[in-house]
């Protein structure tokens, strides 16, 4: 079964502070994919990143970077010096390397960040 | 170029009413997604579209649901005899997907449904 756990519901920071959101999955899969998303308040989802499983280096994008460990199924998404402007819904998502590129969504982490 | 645009944005029915939700989705994508959003909750599969192939039903929860697609292009999400709890957001995403290849989904705004 595929399944994606955001254990964190909410976080709340202040401006400037760094936030790691969680995310682990399962799966049974040997080659999948690993997404991450977000959902401002206008509600419209806007990719952020697609890690193949065989590629286990981090990655950094200005002051995004993610974590992805199979040892632990994890892949961590980390916001550098957060802005107001990263205040959003960001979901983790996992899709099977089938051809049916459905993807499973975790249930989101919600980010505030106030000034 | 145009994104994912979804129709109507947002739309309130009274229970038992059937509703049609349409996406229209980025000009040469071949592969079409619905899925949905409940409050407080994750996005769920439901329906998939790829080209001329038949589509993967496998995530809508019951035959009040259905879906299609015309000409490749368009589809529309069909939901009979609504019901309070098929209350949520219903997003279409598309992409080009090439075969077992992974590729990004594009995903529209989003309608909102609330059945009374």
């Known amino acids: 079964a595929q399944k994606v756990t955001q254990a964190q519901t909410e976080i709340s920071v202040v401006e400037k502070e760094d936030v790691t959101l969680d995310c682990v999955y399962e799966?049974?899969?040997?080659?999948?994919?690993l997404f991450w998303y977000k959902q401002p308040p206008s509600g419209e989802l806007v990719f952020l990143i697609r890690r193949n499983s065989f590629d286990e280096q981090n990655e950094i994008s200005g002051r995004y970077s993610w974590n992805f460990q199979k040892s632990t199924s994890s892949f961590n998404f980390t916001i550098t010096a957060s802005q107001v402007v990263d205040s959003a819904v960001y979901f983790c998502?996992?899709?099977?390397?089938?051809?049916?590129?459905?993807?499973?969504f975790g249930t989101g982490t919600r980010l505030l960040v106030s000034p | 170029g145009a994104g994912v645009s979804q129709s109507p944005s947002n739309k309130v029915t009274e229970k038992g009413k059937d509703v049609e939700l349409r996406c229209d989705p980025i000009?040469?994508?071949?592969?079409l997604y619905w899925y949905r959003q409940s409050l407080g909750q994750g996005l769920e599969f439901l329906i998939y579209f790829q080209g001329n192939s038949a589509p993967d039903k496998s995530g809508l929860p019951s035959d009040r649901f259905s879906a299609e697609r015309t000409g490749g292009s368009v589809s529309t999400l069909t939901i009979q005899r609504t019901q309070q709890e098929d209350s949520a957001v219903y997003l279409c995403a598309s992409s080009l997907a090439q075969g077992r290849l992974s590729n990004e989904q594009y995903f529209g705004p989003g309608t909102r449904l609330t059945v009374t």
């Open positions: 000009s040469g994508h071949t592969a």
């Open positions: 799966t049974r899969d040997t080659t999948y994919y």
């Open positions: 998502a996992l899709e099977r390397n089938t051809g049916f590129q459905k993807l499973v």
